[in-house]
Nanobody, 116 residues
Framework: QVVLEESGGGLVQAGGSLRLSCAAS????????MGWYRQAPGKQRELVAT???????NYAASVKGRFTISRDNAKNMLYLQMNSLRPDDAAVYYC??????????WGPGTRVTVSS
């Protein structure tokens, strides 16, 4: 059984930082494509960042330069360091995993609230 569990969400002031974590089990983490997505109220779920098993990363234009995705294959952990947070970053953030593209498995999400 695949389980992804996010943590680290919360309330932060605009300009602040948060670090999200995702603990994964039930998958061979080191060969999995991992990613972070987010969904704001009334909006569709959107890609934030991805990390391939080969070490490549990809970011949405809106977060590039502010967010950093990283992974620890030894600990089966995925991270998202979020700096210079803006009110429009507020959303539920989801961890996702898959063999080639993240999206086969999803975590329940963690809420990020950014106050202006």
């Amino acid at each position: 059984q695949v389980v992804l569990e996010e943590s680290g969400g919360g309330l932060v002031q605009a300009g602040g930082s948060l670090r999200l974590s995702c603990a994964a089990s039930g998958i061979i983490f080191s060969i999995s494509a991992m990613g972070w997505y987010r969904q704001a109220p009334g909006k569709q779920r959107e890609l934030v960042a991805t990390s391939t098993s080969g070490g490549s990363t990809n970011y949405a234009a809106s977060v590039k330069g502010r967010f950093t995705i990283s992974r620890d294959n030894a600990k089966n952990m995925l991270y998202l360091q979020m700096n210079s947070l803006r009110p429009d970053d507020a959303a539920v953030y989801y961890c996702a995993a898959g063999r080639n593209v993240p999206g086969q498995y999803w975590g329940p999400g963690t809420r990020v609230t950014v106050s202006s």
